[in-house]
C-alpha cells in the first residue's frame, strides 16, 4: 500500500455568476458505490438544481466524470481536470448548478464548473493519507524501561499501553521498518518480547507548504 493525496474533509463551497448558482462538493471517497452515493445524496439535497456535474478519482486506472445535461466536455472534465492537476487520488466531487436564465457559452461554463471544484477541494484542505504498520506487543516488565526509551527516541505514536501480567503495548511504525524492530526486541529480549499482531493503519498527514489553518 502506498500513501496518496486526497481531501481531509468534506466540504461545500459556492459562488454566482451571470445569475447562475454553482455550489461544490468534495469528498474522500474509497470505492466506486462510495462515489455514487455522495452524488446521489447531493441530488437528493438539491431537487430544484439543474444539473448535477460530477467527476471523481480512484486510481490512475478509475477516473469518470458526468456533464449531466451540460454541453460535453463543459462541467464533469473541468472538475476531472481539477483532480487531476492537484493529483488527488480517492476523491469526488459534485457541482450542483441553478440556472439563472443568462447562457454563459462553453467557454464560461468550462470556468465556472472548474472554479466551482477548485473552491470545494481548497475548503476540503488537501493532506496525505499515509498506511503504517501498528504492532501488538507483549514486553516483560525488566524490559519496558529499555523499550519505552527506545519508542520516545525514534518519536513512535504509542496508541494503546495497557499493564497487566506483561506491558502490552501498540505503536505505529513505518512498514519498511517492521524487521528492524523485530531484530531490536530479539536482540535484546531472549523471547521476553512477543510481536502479538500486526495491521495496516491509515493517518492523515498535513503536506509540506500547504496551509491547513
Known amino acids: 500500500m502506498k500513501p496518496y493525496k486526497t481531501v481531509d474533509q468534506s466540504s461545500e463551497a459556492s459562488f454566482e455568476i451571470q445569475k447562475s448558482t454553482f455550489i461544490g462538493y468534495a469528498k474522500r471517497v474509497q470505492t466506486e458505490e462510495e462515489a455514487q452515493e455522495f452524488l446521489t445524496s447531493i441530488k437528493k439535497e438539491h431537487p430544484q438544481a439543474r444539473h448535477h456535474c460530477s467527476a471523481w478519482i480512484l486510481s ?3 477516473k469518470r466524470f458526468d456533464d449531466d445535461k451540460e454541453p460535453q466536455g463543459t462541467a464533469g472534465l473541468p472538475i476531472l481536470r481539477v483532480l487531476e492537476g492537484q493529483g488527488l487520488t480517492k476523491t469526488a466531487v459534485v457541482v450542483v448548478r441553478y440556472f439563472g436564465g443568462v447562457l454563459l ?3 464560461g461554463l468550462t470556468r465556472a464548473y ?3 471544484a477548485s473552491l470545494a477541494v481548497d475548503e476540503a484542505r488537501i493532506c496525505m493519507r499515509v498506511p503504517l504498520q501498528s504492532l501488538f506487543v507483549e514486553i516483560d516488565y525488566t524490559l519496558w524501561g529499555q ?7 525514534k518519536n513512535k505514536e504509542i496508541v494503546n499501553l ?4 506483561k506491558v502490552h503495548c501498540t505503536f505505529l511504525t513505518e512498514e519498511e521498518c517492521i524487521k528492524d524492530w ?3 526486541f530479539a536482540s535484546i529480549s531472549q523471547g521476553k518480547i512477543q510481536v502479538i499482531q500486526k495491521e495496516i493503519v491509515w493517518r492523515t ?3 509540506e507548504g500547504e496551509e491547513n489553518e
Open 114 to 116: 472548474g472554479r466551482a
Open 162 to 165: 495497557t499493564f497487566l501480567d
Open 147 to 153: 523499550v519505552e526509551h527506545e519508542l520516545k527516541s
Open 205 to 207: 498527514q498535513p503536506i
Open 60 to 62: 490512475d486506472q478509475c
Open 182 to 184: 523485530e531484530a531490536y
Open 105 to 107: 457559452g462553453t467557454g
